[in-house]
T-cell receptor, first 109, second 115 residues
Framework: GQNIDQPTEMTATEGAIVQINCTYQTSGFNGLFWYQQHAGEAPTFLSYNVLDGLEEKGRFSSFLSRSKGYSYLLLKELQMKDSASYLCAARVNDYKLSFGAGTTVTVRA | GAVVSQHPSWVICKSGTSVKIECRSLDFQATTMFWYRQFPKQSLMLMATSNEGSKATYEQGVEKDKFLINHASLTLSTLTVTSAHPEDSSFYIC???????????FGEGSWLTVV
């Protein structure tokens, strides 16, 4: 089976930094995706990690440790528009994704 | 712009009728597409894998006779919800990997309401 865990909710202040952790236990693993999803909309791609380490893309960075079954998404210089649900998804077989329940991030002024 | 397009975005149908949702890959061919369902405040649950030229592969607990999937071409997969019931009301989303597979794109999603 697949088990993807991430916190349910996080709150932070505009301009701050927030780190969303994700742990996974899956049968088969080919990489870790992070998606952003605003309410009522489809997910949008943020990052994809295959190798261990940190990948930075502007204000968003993603980290992966395959040996620990752990990833995090780092959001810097938070803006109000960053309020959304962030989905951690493990690529378990070919292109099949197994999603975590999502972390709702609320950015406050 | 969108690389995977879904239609319709919103649909309301009566109980017992069937509804078809289309998923198209734009500017690239997708031999494999995926269909997900998402209930309010829940995560995406994979329903089935759509394979061009062959039968879809359904996840455990998903009724293949109720959720008909057809992958008619390299750019189009359709999901037909047959004999719809109110409990089928949900957000249905398709996805397709790019050629390399490093990015998996999602369609805009389709809201289905069965009354």
């Amino acid at each position: 089976g697949q088990n993807i865990d991430q916190p349910t909710e996080m709150t932070a202040t505009e301009g701050a930094i927030v780190q969303i952790n994700c742990t996974y236990q899956t049968s088969g693993f080919n990489g870790l995706f992070w998606y952003q999803q605003h309410a009522g909309e489809a997910p949008t791609f943020l990052s994809y990690n295959v190798l261990d380490g940190l990948e930075e893309k502007g204000r968003f960075s993603s980290f992966l440790s395959r040996s620990k079954g752990y990833s995090y998404l780092l959001l810097k210089e938070l803006q109000m528009k960053d309020s959304a649900s962030y989905l951690c998804a493990a690529r378990v077989n070919d292109y099949k994704l197994s999603f975590g329940a999502g972390t709702t991030v609320t950015v406050r002024a | 712009g969108a690389v995977v397009s879904q239609h319709p975005s919103w649909v309301i149908c009566k109980s017992g009728t069937s509804v078809k949702i289309e998923c198209r890959s734009l500017d690239f061919q997708a031999t494999t597409m995926f269909w997900y369902r998402q209930f309010p405040k829940q995560s995406l649950m994979l329903m089935a894998t759509s394979n061009e030229g062959s039968k879809a592969t359904y996840e455990q607990g998903v009724e293949k006779d109720k959720f008909l999937i057809n992958h008619a071409s390299l750019t189009l997969s359709t999901l037909t919800v047959t004999s719809a019931h109110p409990e089928d009301s949900s957000f249905y989303i398709c996805s397709a990997p790019d050629r390399v597979g490093n990015t998996i794109y999602f369609g805009e999603g389709s809201w289905l309401t069965v009354v």
